[in-house]
């Protein structure tokens, strides 16, 4: 009976830190976000916080796997006792549906941020593609303009007669 208090417990705080972790994952999806929209993306800042995303998301799974494995195992007697335990459930039920909703806007930002970094990277192609076709041109150019001029021409014409 009390270990049962404890795992519903530990079963909610479960929940509790899931939801936290979610709302840490949601404020650094709109900060992707912010840096994706800016005229020069900082591409070490962008990594940084896809890093701390990926930290996050690993914590999220540790959690989810305690979850499972202590829910295995009080899972029957929750149902069972459901209403000694009924605040408790009723809390953990709305903590549900608050990881659903975040889980669905963070789905949607990553599916945005997704398109924009796309988009941000076909952008620096087609500048790295112009650039190399720019230096050879001008390479071209120069190497045409030096075959022009031979040793023994003179750059200058005398127009004394």
């Known amino acids: 009976m009390e270990n049962e208090k404890v795992y519903v417990t530990v079963l909610h705080d479960s929940l509790q830190r899931k939801v ?3 709302k840490q994952i949601l404020t650094l999806a709109t900060h992707q976000k912010e840096l994706l929209e800016e005229k020069r993306v900082d591409m070490d800042r962008f990594d940084a916080s896809v890093e701390q995303e990926m930290n996050l ?5 540790e959690l989810d796997q305690g979850f499972e494995n202590l829910y295995g195992q009080i899972g ?4 069972d006792k459901k209403y000694q335990y009924q605040s408790q459930i009723l809390e953990m039920q ?8 975040l ?5 949607g930002l990553e599916q945005q941020n997704k398109q924009r970094f796309q988009k941000y990277l076909l952008e620096q192609r087609q500048e790295i593609k112009r ?11 120069h190497q045409n303009m030096s075959d022009q001029h031979r040793q023994w ?8 007669k």
């Open 103 to 107: 889980g669905m806007e963070i789905q």
């Open 76 to 79: 029957t007697a929750l149902k």
């Open 94 to 101: 709305e903590a549900i549906r608050e990881i659903s909703r």
């Open 20 to 22: 936290g972790l979610l």
């Open 57 to 61: 998301l690993q914590g999220m799974q």
């Open 153 to 160: 021409q003179s750059y200058f014409l005398d127009e004394k």
């Open 131 to 141: 650039f190399k076709m720019n230096n050879k041109t001008a390479n071209t150019y």
